[in-house]
């Protein structure tokens, strides 16, 4: 089992509609998340990071965490073509310790259409 | 704040040579720096933590004596593909642990990357 899933799309969804992104991890001890964007030949941008249960708002984003189902998802509302662009999950791999790494999920593909 | 940068952001090489890739945060002092490798259409694959002062923690399977890993500063990390050959090209990227790792959280802010060719 991989440590970090996600479906690799594409999803593709009108304008002004809301994405919706889920990633499930296999450790259950981990603590923190995060979403990246990538824009294809970029490097990835940090998003949105949670650490608790329950719901995270930035703007038009939201990130949904439920430890109990190791599970993390990413909603966009009233969607853009400008967030057309591959969406990673990361989850920390190191509880206890201060390392900080991180695991990728291979990233979902998100397509915006006017 | 919480900007990398590197450079070079595009190298060509022959095969056997060796590249240097520098990484640096340019508004904080970063204790731990991540090297990573993306090939086409793939996540990134963690290849070593570099902390300042210390010798680099490789992950499984990258060879430490190709990929030399050099952290002199609290805002400088290198990374060496030494003879490198084709299948060393790739899409290296570093990242630095954020402003707030001190408190506990873990966000990693990513250079923007350097895409070498080796020919």
């Known amino acids: 089992q991989k440590e970090v899933e996600q479906n690799s799309g594409p999803l593709s969804v009108p304008e002004g509609a809301i994405a919706s992104l889920n990633c499930t991890y296999s450790?259950?001890?981990?603590?923190?998340f995060f979403w990246y964007r990538q824009y294809s030949g970029k490097s990835p941008e940090l998003i949105m990071s949670i650490y608790s249960n329950g719901d995270k708002e930035d703007g038009r984003f939201t990130a949904q965490l439920n430890k109990a189902s190791q599970y993390v998802s990413l909603l966009i509302r009233d969607s853009q073509p400008s967030d057309s662009a591959t969406y990673l999950c990361?989850?920390?791999?190191?509880?206890?310790?201060?390392?900080?790494?991180?695991?990728f999920g291979r990233g979902t593909q998100l397509t915006v259409w006017p | 704040g919480a900007v990398v940068s590197q450079h070079p952001s595009r190298v060509i090489c022959k095969s056997g040579t060796s590249v240097k890739i520098e990484c640096r945060s340019l508004d904080f002092q970063a204790t731990t720096m991540f090297w990573y490798r993306q090939f086409p259409k793939k996540s990134l694959m963690l290849m070593a933590t570099?902390?300042?002062?210390?010798?680099?923690?490789?992950e499984q399977g990258v060879e430490k004596d190709k990929f030399l890993i050099n952290h002199a500063s609290l805002t400088l990390s290198t990374l060496t593909v030494t003879s490198a050959h084709p299948e060393d090209s790739s899409f290296y990227i570093c990242?630095?642990?954020?402003?707030?790792?001190?408190?506990?959280?873990?966000?990693?802010?990513f250079g923007p990357g350097t895409r070498l060719t080796v020919l």
């Open positions: 990361a989850v920390n791999r190191d509880r206890g310790s201060t390392l900080g790494r991180l695991y």
């Open positions: 990242s630095a642990r954020g402003l707030r790792s001190s408190q506990g959280y873990n966000e990693q802010f």
């Open positions: 450790d259950r001890g981990s603590q923190s």
């Open positions: 570099s902390n300042e002062g210390s010798k680099a923690t490789y």
